[in-house]
């Protein structure tokens, strides 16, 4: 009831508001369709960019993803529910360059983000995005190369200290929760789940050369040549998948086709029978027609696939949180900080869950973003220690 006394109260303010800006000739509003998406409204004249294509050469994402209700023409105060404080109402007055680089599978997010940031009215703000994994993302950033770091696990010990040889501290966000897909191709029949032990029967380094057919893993399966897709050892997912499965980050078995960009893994799981793969769901959902999901079985909940609700429930054994990494020095610079805010408003949140990902609570990413405004630097995940949103939104303190 309070909700909808909420809403109805909101409908009611926005109606006075919109025939008040009618009434003194500004305000205008602009409905744009940004490339491959649903159309929104925005507080200005918004034009509509050009997709950053993804690849692991940087591209300039000026455009793509859904567009949404913006942050341009609100004020810099939290809302209720959510947060837009610090995105400011004055887009088109900033300018610069941001750089982005790391994980493919935060790629899309920030692909999104950085397109409906221009969208919103920053023409001026050259945000470019690229993907050469976790690991290439943390070695440019800790060399004070980029601004911003995509990452689809924890920086490490020794990241943190090449950072600091560097003089680079880093403020670190969550930004979504995602579940690493295990894939194959359509045709492959005989495959709907896999367990936790098979797969690491099948991807542990003593499986190179020995295990090689299918009715090795299970002998109900077929006696069929396995044909493995992975990622490679720079990808966040890979050291996330090792360590999950194999016990053990960075143990896997080397003769797989490995790449750091997930659409060329989508291709080959999708084109070859008998396949297997593993990354980020998104990938999946993008891909969903030529793929095959497969469920996974920890022998606690069953067979389980990952969805929103058994991601975001930690059901789903492969669940995972997503980060970007943002360098303290450039956190300064007005651009940076806007995007950064945006990245974390409810303005652009939504799409988090449009592009294959599971967004977090509002309150919650305003606790972040919060985080984000005081310039908390450092890593809350030391390593080996268990991951809680607790931990970003203070209250685990």
Not at 44 to 49: E, I, L, R
Not at 179 to 190: I, L, N
Not at 241 to 269: I, M, P, W
Request: charged share 20%; aromatic share 8%; net charge negative.
């Amino acid at each position: 009831m309070r909700s909808s006394l909420f809403v109805g109260k909101w409908l009611f303010l926005m109606i006075v508001s919109s025939m008040i800006l009618v009434a003194c000739g500004g305000g205008t509003t602009t409905t744009t369709t940004s490339p491959g998406g649903d159309s929104g409204s925005t507080g200005a004249t918004a034009t509509t960019g050009v997709a950053g294509q993804t690849g692991t050469q940087p591209t300039v994402a000026t455009g793509g993803g859904d567009t949404h209700p913006t942050a341009a023409g609100t004020t810099a105060e939290a809302t209720e529910g959510g947060a837009t404080g610090g995105v400011p109402a004055n887009l088109g007055e900033l300018s610069g360059n941001i750089e982005i680089d790391g994980s493919s599978t935060v790629l899309p997010i920030s692909e999104a983000a950085a397109g409906e940031f221009k969208n919103a009215g920053a023409q001026n703000v050259n945000v470019t995005v690229a993907s050469s994994g976790t690991g290439g993302g943390f070695e440019r950033f800790c060399n004070g190369e980029i601004e911003i770091s995509d990452a689809s696990r924890p920086i490490r010990a020794e990241e943190i200290q090449t950072c600091q040889q560097n003089n680079v501290e880093f403020i670190e966000l969550p930004v979504a929760l995602d579940g690493v897909a295990v894939v194959t191709d359509p045709d492959t029949q005989f495959l709907e789940c896999l367990t936790v032990d098979e797969l690491k029967k099948i991807w542990e380094p003593d499986a190179e050369g020995n295990i090689t057919t299918w009715n090795q893993v299970r002998p109900s399966f077929p006696e069929e040549e396995i044909a493995l897709f992975g990622p490679g050892t720079q990808s966040g997912t890979f050291d996330y998948f090792t360590d999950e499965v194999v016990g053990e980050e960075g143990a896997s078995r080397a003769d797989y086709t490995a790449s750091e960009d997930d659409n060329v893994l989508v291709q080959g799981v999708s084109g070859t029978q008998n396949s297997l793969g593993y990354f980020g769901y998104a990938y999946f959902e993008e891909n969903r027609e030529q793929l095959k999901l497969l469920g996974v079985n920890d022998g606690k909940s069953g067979c389980v696939q990952p969805t929103a609700e058994t991601v975001n429930n930690g059901t789903y054994p492969l669940s995972r949180p997503l980060f970007i990494y943002v360098s303290k020095e450039a956190a300064q610079r007005a651009e940076v900080k806007a995007f950064v805010n945006f990245y974390l408003s409810r303005e652009f949140t939504p799409t988090v869950n449009e592009v294959g990902y599971v967004a977090m609570t509002d309150p919650q990413y305003q606790a972040i973003q919060q985080r984000f405004q005081r310039n908390e630097t450092g890593t809350e995940l030391a390593e080996g220690k268990e991951f809680s949103l607790d931990l970003y939104t203070g209250k685990s303190r």
